[in-house]
């Protein structure tokens, strides 16, 4: 859950701190969080995450399946429309995922092409 809850943490007020003690290469995700206007620094096994007042919606690249996740929690958030691509990540972790979305009153379209 780190990702989603870096995500939630990036338009949360103050300064967080996340450390990740299991797996390498686990913050891929932070640079397109940045690309929706995130403020993430990565230093070694820590991700210093900066509040900002919104998100952006853009088009952005999962690279895992939390991290996938972790972008469409991020795009629900943002203003504008976000597209996240490579979905087969998140479709192959996530049963039925856009219908349970949907099901909130989240707008989501997911193309499976």
Do not use: C, H, P, W
Request: aromatic share 8%; proline share 0%; glycine share 10%.
């Amino acid at each position: 859950m780190q990702s989603i809850f870096t995500s939630l943490l990036a338009v949360a007020k103050g300064t967080s701190i996340i450390v990740e003690n299991l797996f390498e290469n686990r913050y891929k995700y932070t640079q397109e969080l940045a690309r929706m206007g995130a403020k993430i620094e990565v230093e070694g096994k820590t991700a210093i995450v900066k509040g900002v007042r919104k998100l952006y919606g853009t088009t952005v690249k999962a690279t895992d399946l939390r991290g996938g996740a972790a972008l469409v929690m991020a795009g629900i958030a943002a203003k504008g429309t976000t597209k996240v691509e490579n979905i087969e990540y998140i479709l192959r972790g996530y049963e039925k995922f856009e219908e349970k979305l949907n099901k909130l009153g989240i707008a989501i379209k997911m193309n499976k092409n």
